[in-house]
C-alpha cells in the first residue's frame, strides 16, 4: 500500500512539474530562436552600415579627385595633381570592396553597378579636362568644364534625384518592388494617380528642356536616372496611366539599357519567393 501511494505521488508530481519542464524547454527554445534572429539582424545592421560606409568613401574619393582637378586647372601646378591620384586609387579600392558586400545580392549588384558607372564617367570627364591643361592650356580646360554641366543643369539634377528618394511613397506602397512580374494590374486611388502624374511631369520635363543630348533625363546618364530605375520596373510590372509621348520613349529606352537588363535578369534568377508582394495585382 505505501508503495503504491508512493508511486502514485511520484506520478502526480512528474504530472505536476510537466507544466514547468514544458514552460522551460519552450523559454529555452524561445530564447535560443530570439538570439539566432537577433545575431541575424546584428548581421544585417553591421552589413548595411559596411555598405553605406562604403558608399560614402567612394563619394568623398570623388570630392578628392575633383578638388585636385580644380586645382590643377586653375593653376598648372601638377603637385594639385596629387589628390586627384589619391582619390582615383581610394576609389577604386572602395567600389571593389562594394562589389564583395553585394556577393550575395543581385539588386544591390545592380545598384553598385549603375554607381561605378556613374563613378567612372566622373573620372572620366576629370581626366579628360586635366588632359585638355595639358595640351591646350587654361582657356580651353575652363571652357570644358564649364560646359561638361552647367549649373543650372546639376541644380535639376539634385532636385530630381532628392524628390525621387523622399517622395512617391504611395507609389512604393501600392506598387511593390516586383522584377519578374508582369501584367499585374492595381486599382488607382486619387493618391497613386497624383505620383504617377507628378513622374510623368518630372520625366517629360527634364526630357523636353534638358534630354537632347541623349535618351536620359538630361542627355547623358546621370544620378537622376539611377534614383529612378525602381520605378521603371515597378510601370513593367503593374503597367502605368497613360504616359506622354516623351515619357514613354524615357521608359523604353531606360528598360533597354544593358545595366538595366543585368539587373532584371539578375533577378529573373533569385527565384526565391517573394511571399509579401507575389500576390499583389494578380
Request: glycine letters at 8%.
Amino acid at each position: 500500500m505505501t508503495g503504491t501511494l508512493k508511486m502514485l505521488m511520484s506520478r502526480s508530481a512528474l504530472i505536476g512539474a510537466a507544466p514547468v519542464v514544458i514552460a522551460l524547454m519552450l523559454s529555452g527554445i524561445i530564447s535560443f530562436s530570439y538570439n539566432r534572429l537577433l545575431k541575424e539582424y546584428r548581421d544585417d545592421v553591421d552589413h548595411t552600415f559596411q555598405v553605406m560606409s562604403a558608399i560614402d568613401s567612394a563619394l568623398l574619393n570623388l570630392q578628392d579627385a575633383e578638388t585636385g582637378q580644380r586645382g590643377f586647372i586653375i593653376t598648372g601646378d601638377e603637385s594639385y595633381l596629387a589628390p586627384f591620384e589619391a582619390g582615383r586609387a581610394k576609389l577604386s579600392e572602395v567600389l571593389s570592396s562594394l562589389d564583395q558586400l553585394a556577393s550575395d545580392n543581385a539588386e544591390l549588384r545592380a545598384r553598385i553597378q549603375t554607381m561605378k558607372r556613374l563613378a567612372e564617367g566622373k573620372l572620366g570627364e576629370l581626366e579628360d579636362t586635366i588632359t585638355t591643361r595639358k595640351r591646350d592650356g587654361l582657356e580651353p580646360a575652363r571652357l570644358k568644364v564649364i560646359g561638361s554641366a552647367g549649373k543650372e543643369t546639376m541644380d535639376n539634377i539634385r532636385s530630381v534625384a532628392a524628390e525621387m528618394h523622399s517622395g512617391f511613397q504611395t507609389l512604393r506602397n501600392e506598387y511593390p518592388m516586383n522584377v519578374r512580374a508582369r501584367n499585374r494590374r492595381v486599382s488607382l486611388t486619387p493618391q497613386l494617380e497624383a505620383d504617377l502624374a507628378r513622374i510623368d511631369e518630372i520625366w517629360s520635363g527634364c526630357r523636353t528642356s534638358f534630354g537632347a543630348g541623349g535618351g536620359w533625363l538630361f542627355g547623358d546618364f546621370s544620378i537622376a536616372d539611377a534614383m529612378f530605375a525602381p520605378v521603371f520596373f515597378r510601370f513593367q510590372s503593374y503597367g502605368a496611366a497613360p504616359l506622354s509621348a516623351a515619357s514613354q520613349s524615357y521608359l523604353s529606352h531606360a528598360l533597354a539599357d544593358p545595366a538595366v537588363r543585368e539587373w532584371q535578369d539578375a533577378s529573373l534568377q533569385e527565384g526565391h519567393p517573394l511571399a509579401h508582394v507575389d500576390q499583389v495585382g494578380v
